[in-house]
Nanobody, 120 residues
Framework: QVQLVESGGGLVQPGGSLRLSCAAS????????MGWYRQAPGKQRELVAT???????NYADSVKGRFTVSRDNAKNTVYLQMNSLKPEDTAIYYC??????????????WGQGTLVTVSS
């Protein structure tokens, strides 16, 4: 069984910064893509940023230049550094691991979510 455990959410003032972390555990051979999605109240879940095992990144237009995604392949961990936070960044942030290679084949796994609130 593969699990993702997120940490780092919380309350921050506009213009502030937060760093999210997500560690994958279990019988994992490799993980192709790791990333972050978010869901604000009353809205659909949307992509924030992803990163491949080779380091290629993809960002939502709304976070480009403010957020940075990175990963440590040896630790099966992905990070999201969020700077210049805005109230509209308030959401539950979910970690995702796609094409996780295990004994049983390839899986897609989601974390439980961590709440980020940007408010003064």
């Amino acid at each position: 069984q593969v699990q993702l455990v997120e940490s780092g959410g919380g309350l921050v003032q506009p213009g502030g910064s937060l760093r999210l972390s997500c560690a994958a555990s279990g019988s994992i051979f490799s993980i192709n893509v790791m990333g972050w999605y978010r869901q604000a109240p009353g809205k659909q879940r949307e992509l924030v940023a992803t990163i491949t095992s080779g380091g290629s990144t993809n960002y939502a237009d709304s976070v480009k230049g403010r957020f940075t995604v990175s990963r440590d392949n040896a630790k099966n961990t992905v990070y999201l550094q969020m700077n210049s936070l805005k109230p509209e960044d308030t959401a539950i942030y979910y970690c995702n691991a796609d094409r996780v290679r295990t004994h049983y084949g390839y899986l897609e796994v989601w974390g439980q979510g961590t709440l980020v609130t940007v408010s003064s």
